[in-house]
């Protein structure tokens, strides 16, 4: 029951972050009243897919060597770094044409390395190839990109600075709710 319910989290949050690429004219016929019901979904998303992900009983895929939890800190380092990228607008932003998207797409496969368990594949492969698919429908519907106009170079610090202290606090938090992600204990 807890995998069903799981593929139902991942199933609604396609549904409702694809919602206004899949149907524009309905999305922007519902106007600023569309927001209430969409975040209601995306809430539900993530609710059911917690509760799915932690009722399901793990059937394990494979094992996790333990120096592959440095690896994936990195790439969660580097996703956290991205989405700060993309909201200072730094000089990587210039080149970087879906930071958010590329972020959350090393923390899904960042987790993928380290949950070697079906549901840990339907939740993190699930979210992955919602990032892919949402990349490759943002580009079609628009083709023509103009990169961000230059930034002072010190936000590239504050970006750095912002993703450590993320970080640091969602991994604390991680490891109140769950495993520690930091290894060693």
Partial sequence: MGTLILILGVALWWAAH??????PERRAAMGEA???????A???????MTLGYRMADPVWLWATPFWMVHLNNLLVFLGFYLFAVSGLKTAL???????????????AVAHLLVV??????????????????SV?????????????????????GVALVGALFAMLVVGQIHGWLGPWPFGGA
């Fill in 18 to 23: 694809l919602f206004k690429r899949v149907a």
């Fill in 136 to 156: 490759i429908m943002i580009n079609r519907a628009d083709r023509a990109w103009t990169p961000p106009p230059e930034a002072a170079m010190w936000k590239e």
């Fill in 93 to 107: 932003h210039r080149r970087i044409r879906h930071p958010q998207l590329s972020g959350f797409k090393a923390w």
């Fill in 42 to 48: 995306l809430v539900g998303s993530i609710v059911l």
């Fill in 116 to 133: 070697g368990t079906v549901q840990g594949v339907i939740l993190f492969g699930g979210l992955l190839a919602w990032a892919v698919v």
């Fill in 34 to 40: 569309g927001r209430l019901p969409l975040t209601l």
